[in-house]
């Protein structure tokens, strides 16, 4: 049976959520599957999942760099040094994510959605030139096919700034 605490909680951070007016479902009684669109990667799952003592966020930012993985990797921990409330991690197979956590006392609308703009933030600033750099044999690729074919390729131009330059 899940605690009182945890369920009064999930509750709360259903209501937050509800006040911020984010898209979202409800996984489970203790997690939310949060939909934040942003302008360069334009949808980030984040699940909330409401513990015994914090609030964890986890979110898929992209699977392993076919490229330049040492660079790809420094990107993300450079951006850590800067990074409010989240950070990057890797896991086990080299796919990036986002994470962090909030006490359970901060489960209330301001600190969410920090904590999700944050998340927003991270994901969509860093988008470009981690693609850029982690799959640009593929982009450069991806451009030479459109270019012989005669075919737009406006779209690969924030990421062919970064791959070029490889």
Same mark, same amino acid.
């Given at each position: 049976m899940t605690a009182p605490t945890v369920v009064n909680n999930s509750e709360s951070l259903r209501l937050a959520l509800d006040s911020i007016g984010v898209t979202y479902d409800r996984v489970c009684e203790t997690e939310f599957l949060v939909l934040l669109h942003g302008e360069h990667k334009l949808v980030t799952n984040a699940l909330l999942t409401v513990g015994e003592?914090?609030?964890?966020?986890?979110?898929f930012f992209m699977r392993r760099p076919d490229d330049n993985h040492a660079d790809v990797y420094a990107l993300v921990l450079r951006r850590n040094l800067r990074a409010f409330g989240v950070h990057f991690a890797v896991?086990?197979?080299?796919?990036?994510y986002l994470t962090g956590r909030l006490p359970l006392a901060s489960? $209330?609308?301001? /600190?969410?959605?920090? &904590?999700l703009g944050a998340v927003l933030s991270?994901?969509?600033?860093?988008?470009?030139p981690a693609i850029g750099?982690?799959?640009?044999?593929?982009?450069?690729a991806e451009k030479a096919w459109r270019d012989? $074919?005669?075919? /737009?390729?406006?779209? &690969?131009a924030p990421f062919l700034r970064r791959s070029q330059a490889q």
């Amino acid at each position: 049976m899940t605690a009182p605490t945890v369920v009064n909680n999930s509750e709360s951070l259903r209501l937050a959520l509800d006040s911020i007016g984010v898209t979202y479902d409800r996984v489970c009684e203790t997690e939310f599957l949060v939909l934040l669109h942003g302008e360069h990667k334009l949808v980030t799952n984040a699940l909330l999942t409401v513990g015994e003592s914090a609030l964890v966020v986890e979110a898929f930012f992209m699977r392993r760099p076919d490229d330049n993985h040492a660079d790809v990797y420094a990107l993300v921990l450079r951006r850590n040094l800067r990074a409010f409330g989240v950070h990057f991690a890797v896991d086990a197979l080299g796919d990036i994510y986002l994470t962090g956590r909030l006490p359970l006392a901060s489960v $209330n609308e301001a /600190d969410v959605d920090r &904590l999700l703009g944050a998340v927003l933030s991270e994901a969509d600033e860093c988008f470009n030139p981690a693609i850029g750099l982690g799959f640009s044999a593929a982009i450069r690729a991806e451009k030479a096919w459109r270019d012989k $074919n005669g075919l /737009d390729d406006a779209n &690969l131009a924030p990421f062919l700034r970064r791959s070029q330059a490889q």
